[in-house]
Nanobody, 124 residues
Framework: QVQLVDSGGGLVQTGGSLRLSCAAS????????MGWFRQAPGKEREFVAA????????FYANSVKGRFTISRDNAKNTVYLQMNNLKPEDTAVYYC?????????????????WGQGTQVTVSS
């Protein structure tokens, strides 16, 4: 029911910022919990952040808390990930994901809809 297109990745130096966007085609976007995950070479896909739909509740991995902010604009069917104070260890392919319902899902296996991924590279 949902198609996701994520974008906004790029090359940035340590301490810089990027904003990732994820555009969804579903007409009932507001009914989905939205998440961001990342995957570095040789590593499992890692939870980054999520936002629920019933209320604007957000939660984050400890590794990004205080630096990253997830937000959504239901009128535009878009979710964002603002990334500040980037570090080399943030380098990964970032994926947006959708899960139907208002849930606190932090595992990749819980999400059914995925974007194609956007590369974020942070140089030291």
């Amino acid at each position: 029911q949902v198609q996701l297109v994520d974008s906004g990745g790029g090359l940035v130096q340590t301490g810089g910022s990027l904003r990732l966007s994820c555009a969804a085609s579903g007409r009932m976007f507001s009914l989905y919990t939205m998440g961001w995950f990342r995957q570095a070479p040789g590593k499992e896909r890692e939870f980054v952040a999520a936002i629920r739909w019933r209320v604007d509740m957000t939660f984050y991995a400890n590794s990004v808390k205080g630096r990253f902010t997830i937000s959504r604009d239901n009128a535009k069917n878009t979710v964002y990930l603002q990334m500040n104070n980037l570090k080399p260890e943030d380098t990964a392919v970032y994926y947006c994901a959708a899960k139907y319902g208002d849930v606190s899902a932090t595992r990749a296996s819980e999400y059914d809809y995925w974007g194609q991924g956007t590369q974020v590279t942070v140089s030291s």
